[in-house]
């Protein structure tokens, strides 16, 4: 059986939208994790918002959560355990976003 060469482009968009989508939440983990430790780069945050909201769309959950960190950043910088708070805000939401919901899954629902 031979794949359509239009299957074949299709397949391929799909997967480097789904390695871009990678990349991005890594990015932003990233972010997160220099922010629990009160070592924020601003390269890496401007970097990151630029590519979850190209990844993902403004509207996107992802997207909202990386803005508001941007927006509350000069603020947060001035207060460690809150950029830490902030961090953990930003871990929990790619989480959110990347794991599937377990009420669908048939090996834990059966």
Not at 48 to 66: K, N, P, Y
Request: net charge neutral; no cysteine; proline share 4%.
């Amino acid at each position: 059986m031979h794949a359509h060469p239009r299957d074949l482009k299709s397949n391929t968009a799909a997967r480097l939208m789904s390695i871009a989508a990678i990349r991005a939440r890594l990015s932003m983990l990233s972010v997160a994790y220099s922010a629990r430790i009160g070592a924020v780069n601003m390269n890496d945050v401007h970097a990151t918002v630029d590519r979850i909201t190209s990844v993902f769309g403004q509207d996107h959950e992802l997207s909202r959560e990386m803005l508001a960190f941007v927006a509350g950043l000069p603020e947060l910088r001035r207060h460690v355990p809150d950029l830490a708070a902030a961090g953990d805000r930003l871990i929990r939401v790619v989480e959110r976003t990347t794991w599937p919901d377990d009420a669908g899954r048939a090996d834990i629902h059966g």
